[in-house]
């Protein structure tokens, strides 16, 4: 099997360019951002604390996470029930990173996320895939663009939607979330050393997933 390890920070277009290459390449896309998402929503619909890392840790044995791929993409289950787009929300968003920097959290899913890598040729991102879940993964590539680009993206992302866009707000939010991301004591946001930089800053998306693609088949 053939792994593709994709870090990066957030809005930096990971989850659209790996899942754009992966259909191109014939390999499963694994959104891990999406399982942590699934973890968040639990504890926001259940009254724990995302940022109370005991009470989150005592609620995991509550949680089951499903993860299918179909032909419209993957889909996420939480308890036998369909999740896929209630994790999508801003609120869920905001409590996602703090979930994820709970380690039993990361011990909980380390093992579904290289079982999927074990047995699949894979492109997975996330913040510590090349890092922590696939160290030996045959490629790493740090997928980043800078604050102001994904800021940019994101404020005309939601003008597109006709939801209100502050873009100082949102490039706020995003060093924020940033330097949250990789500061934290559980597997911090980093590049692995071996990684490749991909910066997409003055990239269009079709470009970013040549890219890619190309470092992909390079290794192949």
Same mark, same amino acid.
């Given at each position: 099997?053939?792994?593709?390890?994709?870090?990066?920070? /957030?809005? /930096?277009?990971? #989850?659209?360019v790996?899942?754009?290459?992966?259909?191109?390449?014939?390999?499963?896309?694994?959104?891990?951002?999406?399982?942590?998402?699934?973890?968040?929503?639990?504890?926001?619909?259940?009254?724990?604390?995302?940022?109370?890392?005991?009470?989150?840790?005592a609620a995991?044995?509550?949680?089951?996470?499903?993860?299918?791929?179909? /032909?419209?993409?993957?889909k996420?289950?939480?308890?036998g029930?369909?999740?896929?787009?209630?994790?999508?929300?801003?609120?869920? #968003?905001?409590?996602?990173?703090?979930?994820?920097?709970?380690?039993?959290?990361? *011990?909980?899913?380390?093992?579904l996320?290289?079982?999927? *890598?074990?047995?699949n040729?894979?492109l997975?991102?996330?913040?510590?895939?090349?890092t922590?879940v696939?160290?030996?993964?045959?490629?790493?590539?740090?997928?980043?663009?800078?604050p102001?680009?994904? /800021?940019?993206?994101?404020? *005309?992302?939601?003008?597109? #939607?006709?939801?209100?866009?502050?873009?100082?707000?949102?490039?706020?939010?995003?060093?924020?979330?940033?330097?949250q991301?990789?500061?934290? *004591?559980?597997?911090?946001?980093?590049?692995?050393?071996d990684?490749?930089?991909?910066?997409? #800053?003055?990239?269009?998306?079709?470009?970013?997933?040549?890219?890619?693609?190309?470092?992909?088949?390079?290794?192949?």
């Amino acid at each position: 099997m053939f792994a593709v390890a994709i870090d990066g920070p /957030a809005g /930096a277009g990971k #989850s659209s360019v790996a899942k754009a290459a992966a259909k191109e390449l014939g390999f499963l896309y694994v959104d891990t951002g999406a399982i942590y998402r699934t973890i968040a929503l639990y504890m926001l619909e259940n009254g724990i604390a995302p940022t109370d890392p005991a009470a989150v840790e005592a609620a995991l044995p509550q949680v089951k996470v499903g993860l299918a791929h179909t /032909a419209e993409g993957q889909k996420m289950s939480l308890n036998g029930e369909d999740v896929t787009s209630r994790i999508r929300t801003e609120e869920v #968003s905001a409590a996602t990173s703090a979930v994820a920097a709970v380690p039993a959290v990361r *011990a909980y899913l380390l093992g579904l996320q290289r079982d999927l *890598a074990r047995d699949n040729n894979v492109l997975m991102d996330g913040r510590d895939i090349g890092t922590v879940v696939l160290p030996d993964a045959q490629l790493k590539v740090f997928l980043t663009a800078s604050p102001e680009e994904r /800021a940019r993206r994101r404020t *005309a992302q939601l003008a597109e #939607s006709g939801q209100p866009a502050d873009y100082k707000q949102i490039l706020e939010e995003i060093k924020a979330r940033d330097h949250q991301d990789s500061t934290r *004591a559980a597997a911090p946001l980093k590049p692995a050393p071996d990684s490749v930089l991909l910066d997409t #800053s003055g990239l269009s998306f079709e470009g970013s997933v040549a890219a890619l693609v190309g470092l992909v088949r390079e290794r192949q």
